[in-house]
């Protein structure tokens, strides 16, 4: 007898256009905590939390109950239209777990993607300067300006042209690119490449922004390491130019802070969230230094869907419970078991070149022969789908589809993550051995 499952997929693939990704094939009836039940009443643990959003787990009481007190109230005005109090609280509360300087502004969107779209554009009008640099392994999202940050290549195929005055160097990898020397000698060697993009890339000068995100997510969760990113604050602030720091997957707790630049001591003057910050909602934000973000006339950012009510009571409710229950420390300790046993496998196989992450944002990353630019991307695809076979959601990331990324809801339980692990310990023995 055929599933629901398949029959679900199946009219996924005759309805739905082709160039919307499938990850993995699991399906959904409802899901609760760390637990997704597929349309056949199967039970998954997730390791995904759709792309790292359901960091407080999916349905959680007081974010659905805060979303169908504001729906009985209104829908939309369209903050530009008509002011209401859930925008300018959640403004507020950001204001709060942000700062930025002295005085800080945010501006709500719907997406990540049109948070950074509007990052870039308050950065060009608090400079006059039109130029961006970016870096290898960035994903900032898929609308124009966004996709052409966005580094992989197969996510923008016959996509082009694309924005102009975007630049790029390579992200401090350490990992990848260290080439025998210690971290010290690496970090050293690329912020001298930093500085001497002056010269040879592009003039610091006609930079309006630069942008980065501080855990890569889609490329991988390399982390930046903290004395680069401290020399990329010093280059900024020598040359004018606004930080920008996309935390749109690693913020709300999923590195163990609001923020992972806040365990990095540098201090962004733009930073873009989203992602984990509604619940599942459609919410996303740009949060500065007031003097930068007012730089912005009025009329230039923003939209007609800028801050949904129904999205603003969702965040609101969301950040309210991850303060009560303390989700950072929760993303703290669930990282640190995962990592935990991430370096045991590391230590029984070769295949597994690297184990990295910052709180609960952790990867394994596959490789042939220990070499770092050998990917090894058929484990992590037979990895994949053994676990699902198993009950189990996972997501690959980086360029090569070789690294493993664990996005487990902040609140899964021991027994879930401990089960969740296990299954990926025994599917890869299997495939390993």
Not at 127 to 134: D, E, G, N
Not at 153 to 175: D, H, Q
Not at 240 to 266: C, K, N, P
Request: hydrophobic share 40%; net charge negative.
């Amino acid at each position: 007898m055929k599933l629901k499952s398949d029959e679900l997929l199946e009219r996924r693939k005759a309805a739905v256009a082709v160039g919307v990704g499938v990850f993995n094939n699991a399906t959904v009836s409802h899901a609760k905590g760390a637990i997704v039940y597929d349309v056949d009443g199967r039970e998954l643990i997730d390791f995904a939390s759709g792309i790292g959003v359901v960091n407080a787990g999916h349905c959680p009481e007081s974010v659905v109950q805060a979303i169908q007190e504001q729906a009985s109230n209104y829908l939309h005005t369209s903050f530009n239209v008509v002011t209401y109090e859930p925008y300018v609280e959640l403004c507020e509360k950001l204001g709060e777990l942000f700062p930025h300087g002295e005085s800080t502004k945010s501006m709500l969107v719907s997406t990540g993607a049109e948070a950074v779209e509007n990052a870039v554009k308050i950065a060009r009008q608090a400079t006059k300067r039109q130029a961006v640099l970016c870096f290898t392994g960035a994903f900032h999202g898929r609308t124009m300006m966004a996709m052409t940050l966005t580094s992989k290549v197969g996510y923008k195929t016959n996509c082009g042209p694309f924005a102009p005055e975007v630049y790029r160097l390579p992200f401090p990898n350490f990992y990848r690119y260290g080439g025998g020397l210690s971290e010290e000698e690496f970090v050293d060697q690329e912020l001298k490449r930093l500085w001497e993009s002056g010269l040879n890339v592009v003039d610091p000068k006609s930079l309006a922004a630069i942008i980065m995100e501080p855990v890569q997510g889609e490329g991988g969760f390399n982390v930046v390491p903290k004395r680069y990113l401290q020399g990329l604050r010093e280059f900024c602030d020598e040359h004018g130019i606004v930080l920008i720091l996309d935390e749109i997957q690693s913020g709300f707790g999923r590195t163990g802070s609001w923020a992972s630049y806040q365990q990095m001591g540098v201090q962004p003057d733009i930073t873009t969230v989203a992602k984990a910050m509604g619940s599942g909602l459609p919410i996303a934000g740009v949060i500065g230094r007031a003097e930068i973000m007012d730089s912005a006339a009025p009329g230039t950012i923003g939209g007609t869907y800028i801050g949904s009510p129904l999205s603003c009571a969702a965040s609101l409710a969301t950040i309210k419970m991850m303060e009560e229950e303390d989700l950072n420390q929760k993303g703290m300790e669930v990282g640190a078991e995962i990592m935990r046993r991430f370096d045991v496998l590391r230590s029984k196989y070769a295949q597994i070149g690297d184990v990295r992450g910052m709180g609960a944002m952790v990867a394994m990353e596959f490789v042939h022969d220990q070499d770092p630019r050998k990917p090894d991307h058929e484990t992590c695809a037979r990895l994949v789908s053994a676990c699902f076979e198993r009950g189990l959601i996972l997501l690959t990331a980086g360029t090569h589809k070789n690294i493993i990324r664990v996005l487990c809801p902040l609140v899964i339980s021991d027994e879930h993550l401990n089960a969740g692990l296990t299954i990926m310990e025994e599917e890869l023995e299997k495939i390993l051995n």
